[in-house]
């Protein structure tokens, strides 16, 4: 079992940025594909970035394209943390943020990944 915990969320004006953290914990994630979506009201949960181990310590990155150039996802497996850096934000980017996990990055990429945190809210205002 996996425990994933996001924090960082909160207000802030358009063109601010906000770093979010993912930390994970209940077992070792080196190998595990981990990602970042998005729910706003009334809306989808919606793919932002992912991230999969593609050997050694490296890794491969995937973003949506409304977030492509100003968001940047990162991992520390030492710490059991993932990190969304976002900057340049805009008020379409008002949402529930969620981080998720899983052995498979299809799963993870397709947001049926089996580990997901409770999310943290993130407000942009204009």
């Known amino acids: 079992q996996v425990q994933l915990v996001e924090s960082g969320g909160g207000l802030v004006q358009a063109g601010g940025s906000l770093r979010l953290s993912c930390a994970a914990s209940?077992?070792?994630?080196?190998?595990?594909?981990m990602g970042w979506f998005r729910q706003a009201p009334g809306k989808e949960r919606d793919f932002v970035a992912t991230?999969?181990?593609?050997?050694?310590?490296?890794?491969?990155?995937d973003y949506a394209d409304s977030v492509k150039g100003r968001f940047t996802i990162s991992r520390d497996n030492a710490k059991y943390t993932m990190w969304l850096q976002m900057n340049r934000l805009k008020p379409e980017d008002t949402a529930v943020y969620y981080c998720?996990?899983?052995?498979?990055?299809?799963?993870?990429?397709?947001?049926?990944?089996?580990?997901w945190g409770q999310g943290t809210q993130v407000t942009v205002s204009s």
């Open positions: 991230t999969r181990w593609i050997g050694g310590n490296a890794y491969y990155a």
């Open positions: 209940g077992r070792t994630i080196s190998s595990y594909s």
């Open positions: 998720a996990a899983d052995p498979s990055y299809s799963s993870v990429r397709s947001g049926k990944g089996n580990y």
